[in-house]
C-alpha cells in the first residue's frame, strides 16, 4: 500500500450506531488530518494530529471521537451522529514542523450517509 | 483570520480552451504558503503546486501555469488547451507560518471540459 488509505470507502449508519473510520498513511508522516466534506461549503478541518498529539480541535461536537495511536494510523469514532453529519470525511497526513510549508497528502475519504 | 475565496463555483468550456480559475486569499502574516489542489471524482485531493509569500514568480508546468500577485492577494490557476481529464473540483488553500500545520481552503471551482 502506498500513500494514504481509507476504509471503509462507504457507510451507512442509523443515528443510533456506533462506528469507526480508519486511516493509514504509510509515508512516514508526523501529522495527520481529518476533514469534513459536505456539499458547496469549504472543506472544514476537525482535527489535527502532530506526533501523536491532538494539536487542534475545531469545535468540533463530541459525537465525533479522534484517536491516534501511532503515527501512522488515525481513527474517528462516531456515535449518536445526526442527518446533517452525512458528508465525505477526508483524511490527510504531512511532514509537520515546517511552519505550514509542507503539502497534504489526501486518502480517497469515506463517504458517510446517516439515516 | 485567514480566509480563501474561490468565486467561481463552476466553470465549463470546451477542449483546447484556455481557462483560468481564481483564488483570492486574506491573511494578516508576513509569511505564508498558498497552494493548489485537485479533487477528481475519486476523491482524493491532489497537491498541484506551493508557492511561499516571498516568491512571486510565475511559474509554469506544461498546460498549467499559475499567478500569483501579491499586491491583489491572488494566485490564479491555469489550463492551457484544456483536455477532459482536466474536469475535476479544484481547491486553493492558504497555510499560515504560525498556523499549527493548519491549510485554509477555498469552496472550490468545479470545472467541466466538454469534449
Known amino acids: 500500500e502506498t500513500g494514504v488509505t481509507q476504509t471503509p470507502r462507504h457507510l451507512v449508519m442509523g443515528m443510533t450506531n456506533k462506528k469507526s473510520l480508519k486511516c493509514e498513511q504509510h509515508?512516514?508522516?508526523?501529522?495527520m488530518y481529518w476533514y469534513k466534506q459536505s456539499a458547496k461549503k469549504p472543506l472544514e478541518l476537525m482535527f489535527v494530529?502532530?506526533?501523536?498529539?491532538?494539536?487542534e480541535n475545531n469545535s468540533v461536537p463530541s459525537r465525533f471521537s479522534p484517536e491516534c495511536p501511532n503515527s501512522s494510523h488515525l481513527f474517528l469514532h462516531l456515535h449518536t451522529l445526526q442527518p446533517e453529519d452525512s458528508a465525505l470525511y477526508l483524511c490527510?497526513?504531512?511532514?509537520?514542523?515546517?511552519?505550514?510549508?509542507?503539502?497534504?497528502?489526501f486518502g480517497p475519504g469515506t463517504r458517510l450517509t446517516v439515516l | 483570520a485567514q480566509k480563501v475565496t474561490q468565486a467561481q463555483t463552476e466553470i465549463s468550456v470546451v477542449e483546447k480552451e484556455d481557462v483560468t480559475l481564481d483564488c483570492v486569499y486574506e491573511?494578516?502574516?508576513?509569511?505564508?504558503?498558498l497552494f493548489w489542489y485537485k479533487q477528481p471524482p475519486s476523491g482524493e485531493l491532489v497537491f498541484l503546486i506551493r508557492?511561499?509569500?516571498?516568491?512571486?514568480q510565475n511559474e509554469i508546468s506544461g498546460r498549467y501555469s499559475w499567478n500569483f500577485q501579491k499586491s491583489t492577494s491572488s494566485f490564479n490557476f491555469t489550463i492551457t488547451a484544456s483536455q477532459v481529464v482536466d474536469s475535476a473540483v479544484y481547491f486553493c488553500?492558504?497555510?499560515?507560518?504560525?498556523?499549527?500545520?493548519?491549510?485554509?481552503f477555498g469552496t472550490g471551482t468545479r470545472l467541466t471540459i466538454i469534449p
Open positions: 490527510a497526513s504531512s511532514q509537520s514542523g515546517t511552519g505550514g510549508y509542507n503539502e497534504q497528502f
Open positions: 491573511t494578516r502574516d508576513t509569511t505564508y504558503y
Open positions: 509515508l512516514g508522516h508526523n501529522a
Open positions: 494530529y502532530s506526533l501523536e498529539e491532538r494539536v
Open positions: 508557492r511561499n509569500s516571498f516568491d512571486e
Open positions: 488553500a492558504l497555510s499560515e507560518a504560525k498556523g499549527n500545520e493548519k491549510l485554509t
